[in-house]
């Protein structure tokens, strides 16, 4: 029953209320992205698969700019990570406009990160099980080391929240990722600014 049913509507409660609650903040961090990302917008919008594959649009803060070199590429992602962006992603601050996929539907508050579609097809039969449910702002892999942890890891994380998922699991995930997000824990990866991409399984 709680997750055919209740999960959606606490989701759908609690992420109004966040909404309502922070709007003064959100306000503020709008404002102060549009003069740091030098004209590259405030939010960050990407065609992600949800449940059972749906691709849908998640918002974000956009947390880098949009710099290129005289080739016309994109500056790495350190390069183009800006002090503001650096600040909103180490207190996830950028996650907060996912709260209105969250209200769509298309997210939940808790469950497996949606990843990049081109993923979809890199997936084994285990690994594909994440999308069973919708995908979460933050989950079971982002309170056991989020950026840091190998992709075989948080794939297995992943599936077993898919198979042991209920109100005091989210419930515990959800404490866990205030108090992570407190310490400002796993935000990059051991080599990069981001995580690094996944690109199958003979290659992890």
Excluded: C
Aim: aromatic share 12%.
């Amino acid at each position: 029953m709680y997750r055919s049913f209740f999960k959606r509507v606490i989701d759908f409660v609690i992420a109004l209320s966040i909404l309502l609650l922070f709007s003064p903040l959100l306000l503020i961090i709008i404002i102060w992205l549009h003069f740091a990302n030098k004209g590259a917008g405030v939010f960050f919008r990407q065609e992600r698969p949800g449940k059972n594959g749906r691709i849908f649009e998640v918002i974000k803060f956009k947390s880098m700019t949009d710099e290129r070199d005289r080739q016309g590429y994109l500056l790495p992602d350190e390069d183009r990570l800006t002090r503001v962006g650096k600040l909103i992603r180490s207190t996830s601050l950028d996650e907060l406009p996912q709260l209105i996929n969250v209200l769509k539907g298309d997210m939940s508050l808790v469950g497996p990160r949606p990843l990049l579609v081109q993923y979809l097809p890199l997936y084994n039969q285990i690994q594909a099980r994440r999308h069973e449910v919708r995908p979460g702002i933050t989950g079971w892999a982002q309170v056991n080391g989020r950026n840091t942890i190998s992709w075989q890891q948080r794939f297995e994380y992943d599936v077993w929240y898919v198979e042991h998922i209920s109100f005091y699991f989210d419930l515990k995930i959800f404490f866990l990722t205030i108090k992570k997000t407190l310490a400002r824990e796993g935000i990059n990866s051991q080599t990069s600014a981001t995580m690094e991409d996944f690109v199958g399984n003979d290659n992890r």
